[in-house]
T-cell receptor, first 114, second 115 residues
Framework: QKEVEQDPGPLSVPEGAIVSLNCTYSNSAFQYFMWYRQYSRKGPELLMY????GNKEDGRFTAQVDKSSKYISLFIRDSQPSDSATYLCAMSAYSGGSNYKLTFGKGTLLTVNP | KAGVTQTPRYLIKTRGQQVTLSCSPI?????VSWYQQTPGQGLQFLFEYFSETQRNKGNFPGRFSGRQFSNSRSEMNVSTLELGDSALYLC??????????????FGPGTRLTVL
């Protein structure tokens, strides 16, 4: 079983839809959870960062972490064509000293159609 | 504050050649990580450097190597290129003592094509 599982999609939605992107994980040592957005031919950019279980909201984006179920989600409200990108989940576990090991999901390709 | 920069952005090589990629981290960031990204495998961790020392290493053959300089700039080298090395190579920098679990900031990547 992979440490981080993410449905690769592709996911295609109409403009204005609510989008739900999800990742599951098996390593209970993961403490920090991130979502990255990657536009075509660009590097990933950090979108959301969370530490504890619960919800974190930033504009149209909400990150949700459920540590008991080992499940994280990213919700996008009122999706826009400019949200079309690959979304990668990432999570890190402490590995000694000031060292954290970061593990990425494979990414979900999202297309928002006008 | 300037972001992570990578050079070159695009590179075409032939099998058997070697290549060196360069990365300049965000000012003040001392940790640099390298990743290989392909459509089939996603982001795969190559190695991480901190204070000129390799701190972590992924499961790649010895043909992949790197180094970090005293100004935190890093280079990655791939020797004896194979067709399967065609990929986007991403560099990411982080503040390892930020208390934010190795939150990383990525550069735009170097697109390597091996013919």
């Amino acid at each position: 079983q992979k440490e981080v599982e993410q449905d690769p999609g592709p996911l295609s939605v109409p403009e204005g839809a609510i989008v739900s992107l999800n990742c599951t994980y098996s390593n209970s040592a993961f403490q920090y959870f991130m979502w990255y957005r990657q536009y075509s031919r660009k590097g990933p950019e950090l979108l959301m960062y969370t530490y504890s279980s619960g919800n974190k909201e930033d504009g149209r984006f909400t990150a949700q972490v459920d540590k008991s179920s080992k499940y994280i989600s990213l919700f996008i409200r009122d999706s826009q064509p400019s949200d079309s990108a690959t979304y990668l989940c990432a999570m890190s576990a402490y590995s000694g000293g000031s060292n954290y090991k970061l593990t990425f999901g494979k990414g979900t390709l999202l297309t928002v159609n006008p | 504050k300037a972001g992570v920069t990578q050079t070159p952005r695009y590179l075409i090589k032939t099998r058997g050649q070697q290549v060196t990629l360069s990365c300049s981290p965000i000012s003040g960031h001392r940790s640099v990580s390298w990743y290989q990204q392909t459509p089939g495998q996603g982001l795969q961790f190559l190695f991480e450097y901190f204070s000129e020392t390799q701190r972590n290493k992924g499961n790649f053959p010895g043909r992949f190597s790197g180094r970090q300089f005293s100004n935190s700039r890093s280079e990655m080298n791939v020797s004896t290129l194979e067709l399967g090395d065609s990929a986007l190579y991403l560099c990411a920098s982080s503040l390892p003592t930020s208390g934010r679990g190795n939150e990383q900031f990525f550069g735009p990547g170097t697109r390597l094509t091996v013919l």
